[in-house]
């Protein structure tokens, strides 16, 4: 796995742990030579992970939609930076760069983010990994749900265990590295 794309929030959250995982993670990809895939943005743990990553000697691609690059909130100090058109290009533009999704804790755009990639990896788009870094338990209200849903027969089980969630970087990172897509569902 080359490129990890990371959807997270533009506000640091409400605990010194959020900012905290996001740096342990952007410092685990430098560290294993994952070049990180990111909203472009140099507030909330979006600027927390590319500091992170690029502190230690990591890459990091920004995308960012023009309207946010005239509010001049991009990071200055990138690898590579993409501006795009639309929040839609800038979904896109990450996919087909990433070889894989990880969650940090964030709000409804980032939910939305995930929620979007991992459809795409139920119908078969693409076969990449996706994960849920779990910081503070952050993620179990979205797990009870998908298991609700793979309760109520609205989610197969098979796809329920394609969301990777893991509490740390490193052990997440290990989950997707040997990550199998399950089937295609047919009907």
Known sequence: MKRIAVFCGSSEGATSQYKEGATALGKELAKQGITLVYGGASVGLMGTVADAALENGGKVIGVIPQMLEDREISHQHLTEIHVVNTMHERKAKMADLADGFIALPGGPGTLEEFIEIFTWAQLGVHEKPCGLLNINDYY????????????????HEKYRKMALVDSTPQALIEQMHSYQPPSVKTY
Request: hydrophobic letters at 50%; zero cysteines; proline letters at 6%.
């Open 140 to 155: 179990e209200p979205l797990i009870s749900l998908f298991n609700h849903m793979a309760d109520e027969q609205f989610l």
